[in-house]
């Protein structure tokens, strides 16, 4: 049978169809096993507030022994509270260009070079779901967005105004193409993208299809696109945990809220790969400084968010800790005077490195040790390594007792070997927490 040049490229076209729409399964890499991530508002970073200034402070942050670093969008966004952009850094003008105020692009790839000199990765996080409102593309395209009204009947603000369609081809191809730019041009391990539940899931799989690669990190500011059956994206952001954790805050939490988290990490393909966090750049936004919400007691739901299994994140300033949030309104950077949680944090994230009862992607899921709602009691587990939490979820004392034998562990942040045992009642103060281990 003879194949004319017209058949031979509508077959080529139609398996270039397919292999675009195939789902491509995403499995993170094997370095997510021990990965701590630590966000960067490169504005309100550091006195410089701009890529150079990041780059003096790489040593720093690597003594908190953090390995990856997550850059807030480098992308020229509108100004702070013009009418559409109340508050908002991330209300980009351009996905595909670096914001000019930060750098050069030559300072970017240098600032990649140096960190990965400081065995630190880079993530690039986005926000592709909206633009700001002086975009371009809401001049002259204005087919691309969800609506071309300005305002609301009642005068409020339309969020439809920079919401893009995605309904459109071209929008997805344009923010297509933005990422793969940047992916071949800066070479950075990993992209994360926010607010994926407000993407089709089709596009979200699009995103996987033309962006994952083996040791490149995807991962979903959201938990919608992610399903027990399936894994789209190589982690997401634990917003329930996050909501468990607020509800320490006024003595609402118990043991039992916790459980469902626990069992559905557990049936997750890449079980603890989750990223977990008391602050992020996006919760800044909107919620009060993390010493005003956990006052006294900041440090705890950080413990909670490190041990329970997951990607630990922590955003720049909380080895601070930040006393109050970080503005974006303001040009101002976060001073690091006192730094009280750089060695809880240092030596959390040295022990996530070489304990593999923290480690990620294993099955070493917490198991609750404890009936007691006030307490929160468990066990991480590999092989003969063992790492036990116990935390009182309360602001008042707590009595306790647990279902496992623990002789001559660790305390892991006084050092003094300890005894628990079942059958004995234990107490603890408001909020207090012991950390036991066997590797010491």
């Given at each position: 049978m003879k194949i004319t040049v017209s058949s031979l490229l509508l077959i080529i076209l139609t398996i270039g169809f397919y292999s675009c729409n195939v789902k491509k399964e995403s499995k993170p890499p094997e370095w997510v096993k021990t990965l701590s991530v630590y966000e960067i508002m490169p504005k309100n970073f550091s006195?410089?507030?701009?890529?150079?200034?990041?780059?003096?402070?790489?040593?720093?942050?690597?003594?908190?022994?953090?390995?990856?670093?997550?850059?807030?969008?480098?992308?020229?966004?509108?100004?702070?509270?013009?009418?559409?952009?109340?508050?908002?850094?991330?209300a980009s003008l351009d996905f595909a260009s670096l914001d000019p105020s930060l750098g050069t692009e030559?300072?970017?790839?240098?600032?990649?070079?140096?960190?990965?000199?400081?065995?630190?990765?880079?993530?690039?996080?986005?926000?592709?779901?909206y633009t700001g409102a002086n975009h371009l593309w809401r001049k002259n395209n204005k087919e691309y967005y969800l609506s071309s009204d300005?305002?609301?009947?009642?005068?409020?603000?339309?969020?439809?105004?920079?919401?893009?369609?995605?309904?459109?081809?071209?929008?997805?191809?344009?923010?297509?193409?933005?990422?793969?730019?940047?992916?071949?041009?800066?070479?950075?391990?990993?992209?994360i993208i926010l607010n994926t539940q407000d993407l089709p899931s089709d596009?979200?799989?699009?995103?996987?299809?033309?962006?994952?690669?083996?040791?490149?990190?995807?991962?979903?500011g959201s938990e919608a696109p992610i399903k027990r059956e399936e894994y789209i994206f190589d982690s997401y952001f634990n917003q329930n945990l996050y909501k468990v954790l607020k509800k320490i805050s006024t003595d609402e939490a118990r043991?039992?809220?916790?459980?469902?988290?626990?069992?559905?990490?557990?049936?997750?393909?890449?079980?603890?790969?989750?990223?977990?966090?008391?602050?992020?750049?996006?919760?800044?936004?909107?919620?009060?400084?993390?010493?005003?919400?956990?006052?006294?007691?900041?440090?705890?739901?950080?413990?909670?968010?490190?041990?329970?299994?997951?990607?630990?994140?922590?955003?720049?300033?909380?080895?601070?800790?930040?006393?109050?949030?970080?503005?974006?309104?303001?040009?101002?950077?976060?001073?690091?005077?006192?730094?009280?949680?750089?060695?809880?944090?240092?030596?959390?994230?040295?022990?996530?490195?070489?304990?593999?009862?923290?480690?990620s992607m294993e099955e070493n899921s917490p198991e609750i040790i404890s009936d007691s709602e006030d307490v929160l009691a468990f066990e991480r587990k590999i092989g003969s390594a063992t790492l036990?939490?116990?935390?009182?979820?309360?602001?008042?004392?707590?009595?306790?007792?647990?279902?496992?034998?623990?002789?001559?562990?660790?305390?892991?942040?006084?050092r003094n070997k300890v005894d628990f045992v079942p059958s004995v009642d234990y107490q603890l103060g408001p909020h207090q927490y012991i950390v036991l281990t066997n590797k010491y």
């Amino acid at each position: 049978m003879k194949i004319t040049v017209s058949s031979l490229l509508l077959i080529i076209l139609t398996i270039g169809f397919y292999s675009c729409n195939v789902k491509k399964e995403s499995k993170p890499p094997e370095w997510v096993k021990t990965l701590s991530v630590y966000e960067i508002m490169p504005k309100n970073f550091s006195p410089t507030q701009n890529i150079k200034g990041i780059i003096e402070s790489l040593t720093k942050i690597r003594t908190i022994y953090c390995n990856a670093i997550a850059l807030v969008p480098m992308t020229p966004n509108d100004k702070i509270n013009i009418t559409f952009n109340p508050n908002d850094p991330y209300a980009s003008l351009d996905f595909a260009s670096l914001d000019p105020s930060l750098g050069t692009e030559a300072d970017l790839k240098e600032l990649i070079i140096q960190a990965h000199q400081n065995r630190l990765k880079v993530f690039f996080e986005f926000e592709i779901s909206y633009t700001g409102a002086n975009h371009l593309w809401r001049k002259n395209n204005k087919e691309y967005y969800l609506s071309s009204d300005i305002k609301t009947e009642n005068g409020l603000y339309n969020k439809d105004y920079i919401k893009l369609n995605f309904s459109n081809k071209k929008v997805r191809r344009n923010i297509l193409n933005a990422l793969k730019k940047w992916k071949s041009k800066y070479k950075p391990d990993g992209i994360i993208i926010l607010n994926t539940q407000d993407l089709p899931s089709d596009f979200n799989q699009e995103l996987v299809n033309q962006l994952k690669s083996d040791d490149f990190f995807l991962a979903s500011g959201s938990e919608a696109p992610i399903k027990r059956e399936e894994y789209i994206f190589d982690s997401y952001f634990n917003q329930n945990l996050y909501k468990v954790l607020k509800k320490i805050s006024t003595d609402e939490a118990r043991s039992s809220d916790f459980k469902p988290i626990l069992e559905f990490n557990n049936q997750l393909k890449y079980k603890n790969s989750l990223i977990q966090f008391t602050r992020t750049a996006k919760i800044n936004e909107t919620e009060e400084a993390e010493t005003m919400m956990f006052q006294h007691y900041y440090k705890f739901p950080a413990l909670l968010s490190i041990a329970t299994g997951g990607i630990p994140w922590i955003l720049n300033g909380q080895e601070e800790p930040m006393f109050i949030k970080i503005d974006v309104n303001k040009p101002s950077f976060v001073e690091r005077n006192y730094q009280y949680c750089l060695e809880f944090y240092r030596s959390l994230f040295i022990h996530r490195k070489e304990n593999g009862a923290l480690y990620s992607m294993e099955e070493n899921s917490p198991e609750i040790i404890s009936d007691s709602e006030d307490v929160l009691a468990f066990e991480r587990k590999i092989g003969s390594a063992t790492l036990v939490v116990l935390a009182n979820l309360r602001a008042s004392n707590s009595t306790f007792r647990i279902n496992k034998s623990y002789n001559q562990y660790m305390e892991f942040f006084t050092r003094n070997k300890v005894d628990f045992v079942p059958s004995v009642d234990y107490q603890l103060g408001p909020h207090q927490y012991i950390v036991l281990t066997n590797k010491y």
